[in-house]
């Protein structure tokens, strides 16, 4: 393994990993940079597994047999080993799930090829919280949705709290980007999926009912936070649906929205 001790938080070598903690520069730099950062020994482990390949990993000393043994198929990547003080002073916070990978970004697929055997997918419109693309990632993997299309608007699936909220199942299920709903709707359509909007309209069928007639292949779109799914994705949904809510509530989080939409969707 190679191993490359840090006794500076300015070694040039740790440029990936600088303030860490500011979103948008972070969003900005990755996907055009190649790059997003993977945290914690199992999260890197499953983006190796799921073919993603590693720049550089930053690890503290007690963590080093774990670097060792997830590193084993890319002996040529350097390790930097750094104690927690300089990490924090690095990254901006205390870094303490054992290790950060710089992994390199895959390209993204097209839909169609994310889709082609998929029978149930998520659309994600203009989510902007990390962690609740997160966690309808990890609802998405747990609850049997074969794929995720995200909007060019919506938050990076691979940006670092959304790796770590979903539990590294951005690296399991199938997921890219989505274009515009002009374009995305016949995409869509062509594949004989059904469009079916989560969402508070008036002529909306209930979850359940919508279960008992739901066809083949469903794609449930969910909005953004607060605002809902847009007036153009609504007018290329096929059907609106609800969660019948009670005790003056109206609907739920976008993320537990996905997890009980998916479960009824689950026992057609």
Not at 57 to 64: G, I, T
Not at 209 to 232: K, T, Y
């Amino acid at each position: 393994m190679r191993i490359e001790r840090i006794t500076s938080a300015d070694d040039e070598r740790l440029t990936d990993y600088r303030d860490l903690t500011d979103v948008a520069l972070r969003r900005v730099l990755e996907p055009e940079g190649g790059l997003y950062i993977a945290e914690s020994s199992k999260v890197i482990g499953r983006a190796i597994a799921a073919g993603h390949s590693p720049r550089s990993v930053l690890v503290q000393e007690k963590w080093l047999a774990d670097a060792e043994q997830i590193l084993a198929p890319h002996p040529d990547v350097p390790v930097y080993v750094a104690d927690a003080a300089i990490a924090e002073q690095l990254t901006g916070y205390a870094v303490h799930r054992g290790a950060l990978a710089a992994m390199h970004r895959p390209v993204l697929p097209p839909v169609a090829e994310v889709i082609a055997d998929a029978r149930t997918v998520v659309v994600l419109e203009d989510i902007v919280d990390h962690t609740n693309v997160g966690a309808i990632f990890r609802a998405a993997a747990g609850l049997g949705a074969d794929a995720v299309l995200v909007s060019a608007r919506c938050a990076d699936p691979l940006y670092r709290r959304s790796v770590r909220v979903s539990m590294g199942t951005v690296f399991q299920v199938p997921w890219t980007r989505l274009p515009e709903w002009r374009e995305a709707r016949g995409i869509l359509h062509d594949a004989g999926f059904h469009l079916a909007a989560l969402a508070l309209a008036d002529d909306a069928v209930p979850l359940d009912v919508f279960r008992e007639r739901v066809p083949g292949r469903v794609a449930l779109m969910l909005g953004a936070e607060g605002d809902g799914l847009s007036r153009a994705a609504m007018a290329a949904a096929d059907t609106a649906v609800v969660i019948p809510m009670a005790g003056g509530v109206d609907s739920l989080n976008v993320a537990a929205a996905s997890a009980v939409a998916l479960w009824e969707l689950r026992a057609r």
